[in-house]
């Protein structure tokens, strides 16, 4: 089992449409989690942090279910700047090592016109 | 936000020889900076972290001998790829973790390498 899944997509929305994105990690001790985006053949770049009491950025809110070990990204009124993919990133804890970012493949968001 | 250069980036050689990518930090101390690969349509994994002034530590399946790893000074780091491959082309990504704040790691914009 992958240690962060999420769907690849694509998902193609209109403009203005309200788009929810899942991801699921394995390991119940994970520490820290994000959602980064990664536009076209860039690097990618930090969004939000996802905290236990949820969290909202504008049209962006993040949740976390720990009990589930998932976590989700809700974009609202979709702009078509917000097509990207959307990289859930763990950080595990392997009993020592910490701080190694853990991806999932990315969700592919393609908002049309 | 703190800036994080990377160079070249984009390069094509034969198979065969090496490729030297470097990672700088411009405006903070990177004490560990992190070398991921991400080929098209895959997730990035993570390579080797790079520690200042010690010998990284490579992630399995991932040679050391290949992929040499140089962090001696804390804002910079190189990835040299030696005797390169066409099965090395990717998209290498370095990251660099701001000492001040411990989870935030702030990437390089990559570099793409094309072995022919």
């Known amino acids: 089992r992958k240690e962060v899944e999420q769907d690849p997509g694509p998902f193609n929305v209109p403009e203005g449409a309200t788009v929810a994105f899942n991801c699921t990690y394995s390991n119940s001790a994970s520490q820290s989690f994000f959602w980064y985006r990664q536009d076209c053949r860039k690097e990618p770049k930090l969004l939000m942090s996802?905290?236990?009491s949820g969290n909202e950025d504008g049209r962006f809110t993040a949740q976390l279910n720990r009990a589930s070990q998932y976590i989700s990204l809700l974009i609202r009124d979709s702009k078509l700047s917000d097509s990207a993919t959307y990289l859930c990133?763990?950080?595990?804890?392997?009993?020592?090592?910490?701080?190694?970012?853990?991806f999932g493949t990315g969700t592919l968001l393609a908002v049309q016109p | 936000g703190a800036v994080v250069s990377q160079h070249p980036s984009r390069v094509i050689c034969k198979s065969g020889t090496s490729v030297k990518i470097e990672c700088r930090s411009l405006?903070?101390?990177?004490?560990?900076m992190f070398w991921y690969r991400q080929f098209p349509k895959k997730s990035l994994m993570l390579m080797a972290t790079s520690n200042e002034g010690s010998k990284a530590t490579y992630e399995q399946g991932v040679e050391k001998d290949k992929f040499l790893i140089n962090h001696a000074s804390l804002t910079l780091s190189t990835l040299t790829v030696t005797s390169a491959h066409p099965e090395d082309s990717s998209f290498y990504i370095c990251s660099a973790r701001d000492g001040r704040v411990t989870e935030t790691q702030y990437f390089g914009p990559g570099t793409r390498l094309l072995v022919l």
């Open positions: 990133v763990v950080i595990p804890y392997y009993g020592g090592a910490t701080n190694k970012l853990i």
């Open positions: 996802v905290y236990s």
């Open positions: 405006d903070f101390q990177a004490t560990t």
